[in-house]
Structure formats: structure tokens, C-alpha cells
């Protein structure tokens, strides 16, 4: 569960229980006698109407943290296939062997962060950076590696910050 969905659950039930609140503190609030049908209507079906929510919240919550541990696994894939992608670029010459590996180690990166991630309707989708990475050294022949390596650095720095920003730890930005 992405992170702004997951605020709406929060947001949500929490509204949902002020308001359960207010009604029934104004339903208390005068004589039991008078008591208004919605405070009665809270008062009989108390336990239903707390214990959907708080299902729904835990939902969110385990939604929410399974979401996150695989976000993480899929990251630490993507710095791995990343750095490794930089190293290559930092070699002295162009060795096919060596480049089909980065290409197979980022591929399975792309590919685990595709499984974690839902590109319909997200604002923020890395596999796109991941994919610019991929064709940096699979389609750039101008053999000037220093270039690759530099073009890669930029590119991984906005997909390093999706990955930060959904992992809670979004506020530092990376320069």
C-alpha cells in the first residue's frame, strides 16, 4: 500500500471516529431520558460500529508494512545492480562479458521493483529511472564511460528518492 493511500485509511477512520465521538457527547450531554436516536442507535451497536474501522485499520497497517519490507528487499536489489552499473563505468575499457552482467543484474532489479509497484495511477514510478539506467549501457556506444556513469548518477538520484520518499524517510533530499 502506497504511502498517500495508506494516509487516506489513516485520515478516514480517524474522522470517522471524531465524528462517532461528537455524536455521542452531544447525545450525552443531555438528560438520558432525552437521549437522541443516533446516541442510542452508538449505545446498542457500539461494539459493530468500532470494530469495522479498527479491522479496516489493521488492514491498513499490515497492507502497509508488507509493502514497505518489499520495498526495501526491491531497493537494496536496485543499489546493488546500481552501484554495479557505476563500478562498470568506472573500467577502463568496454568488456562485453562485464556489461552483460550489469545488464542481467539490473533487469532483475527492474523487474522487482515492476512486482512491488503499480504504475497506474502513481506519481512517482522508478521502474522508469531503472529502464533509463538499463539503456544507458545497453544502447549508449559513444564508449566514453565517464559520460555513462555520470548520466547514470543523475538518473538514479530521482529513483533513489521515490524509494526514500515511500520508505518514510523522504524528507532528506538528495543533492
Do not use: H
Amino acid at each position: 500500500m502506497l504511502r498517500n493511500t495508506f494516509i487516506i485509511y489513516i485520515v478516514a477512520i480517524s474522522s470517522y471516529y471524531l465524528i462517532l465521538i461528537v455524536i455521542a457527547a452531544l447525545g450525552y450531554s443531555f438528560k438520558p431520558e432525552e437521549w437522541q436516536t443516533a446516541t442510542k442507535f452508538i449505545k446498542d451497536f457500539l461494539a459493530l460500529l468500532t470494530a469495522l474501522p479498527t479491522a479496516a485499520l489493521a488492514f491498513a497497517v499490515q497492507q502497509r508494512l508488507t509493502f514497505i519490507k518489499e520495498l526495501r528487499d526491491g531497493y537494496g536489489k536496485c543499489v546493488d545492480a546500481v552501484e554495479e552499473a557505476i563500478f562498470y563505468c568506472k573500467s577502463s575499457q568496454i568488456d562485453l562479458k562485464e556489461k552483460l552482467r550489469v545488464l542481467k543484474g539490473l533487469s532483475i532489479a527492474i523487474e522487482k521493483v515492476r512486482g512491488i509497484y503499480d504504475d497506474k495511477g502513481s506519481t512517482a514510478y522508478p521502474v522508469d529511472d531503472l529502464k533509463k539506467i538499463y539503456d544507458i549501457i545497453a544502447y549508449d556506444n559513444s564508449g566514453n564511460l565517464a559520460e555513462m556513469g555520470k548520466k547514470i548518477e543523475i538518473t538514479w538520484k530521482s529513483a533513489r528518492q521515490v524509494f526514500l520518499t515511500e520508505i518514510d524517510r523522504g524528507g532528506r533530499k538528495i543533492n
